[in-house]
């Protein structure tokens, strides 16, 4: 099977986990993509809060029902990919640059499933850059900052702002992203206290104690994770 059809078959599963009248958060990216699809074509009555501008924009043209995470008071269930996912659940996010309003859907929800194929499951986090949003203004001196907060974990690195086609990536509130090539992980609680001290971070893409279930798509059908 290939990783896009095990993505598919683990988006389907988690479309059969909503019930009718449910708010739920729309995650981001191809895997969340499938979810989206899935669930428009259940045709429940639900409102989906979305994580970004792209997964809006396919939601609305699947006719789904909208609303922003401040027109709600909670969410029922929010399901999302993940770039990796590690021990406990811990995952990385980001590779979609949609981090940070990824981890504010997910802190507001009841239950968060994460959806992927079956590469994505790894046992030790970090082969997979480490996306970190930060504010524009002053972005070069919050990268040499997120260098010594690297190096206090041990990790010597000088993370990457992200560019496409030469062109720095902005995310959907304005900012850009640095990836930071870890390469191993092993103490992901302390690098995101670390991460999170510096001034110009907005949020990085570690989801700790977030993740209450995986739905994983292999070759043999889905296999669920619990943390
Ligand atoms: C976006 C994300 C995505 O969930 C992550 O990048 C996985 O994407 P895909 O399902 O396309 O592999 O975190 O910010």
Redesign the pocket.
């Known amino acids: 099977m290939s990783a896009d059809d095990q993505?598919r078959i683990a988006g389907e599963a988690a479309a059969a986990l909503v019930e009718a009248g449910m708010t739920v958060g729309l995650?981001?990216?191809?895997?969340?993509?499938w979810f989206v699809k899935a669930l428009a074509g259940r045709g429940l009555d639900i409102r989906g809060v979305p994580?970004?501008v792209a997964t809006a924009d396919l939601a609305v043209s699947l006719g789904m029902k909208l609303a922003t995470l401040d027109e709600v008071k909670g969410i029922d269930l929010t399901v999302?990919?993940?770039?990796e996912i590690g021990p406990g659940l811990t995952l990385i996010?980001?590779?979609?640059?949609?981090?940070l309003r990824?981890k504010l859907v997910w802190e507001a929800s009841k239950r968060c499933v994460v959806?992927?194929?079956a590469a994505?499951v790894v046992p030790v986090l970090g082969a997979f850059a480490l996306?970190i949003e930060v504010v524009a203004f002053g972005h070069i001196h919050t990268q040499a900052r997120l260098c010594d907060a690297l190096a206090s974990c041990d990790i010597e690195i000088a993370p990457r702002w992200r560019k496409k086609d030469g062109e720095p990536v902005r995310t959907d509130g304005g900012n850009y992203v640095y990836d930071a090539a870890c390469r191993e992980i092993t103490d992901s609680a302390m690098l995101a206290d670390a991460l999170k001290l510096v001034t110009g971070v907005v949020e990085h893409?570690l989801f700790i104690d977030l993740a209450d279930e995986a739905i994983i798509g292999t070759d043999s059908g889905v296999k669920r994770l619990t943390p």
Do not use: R, V
Request: charged content about 25%; hydrophobic content about 30%; proline content about 4%.
């Open positions: 993505k995650g981001t990216g191809s895997t969340a993509a994580t970004s999302d990919g993940a770039d996010k980001g590779g979609g640059a949609a981090l990824e959806i992927a194929d994505k996306p893409g």
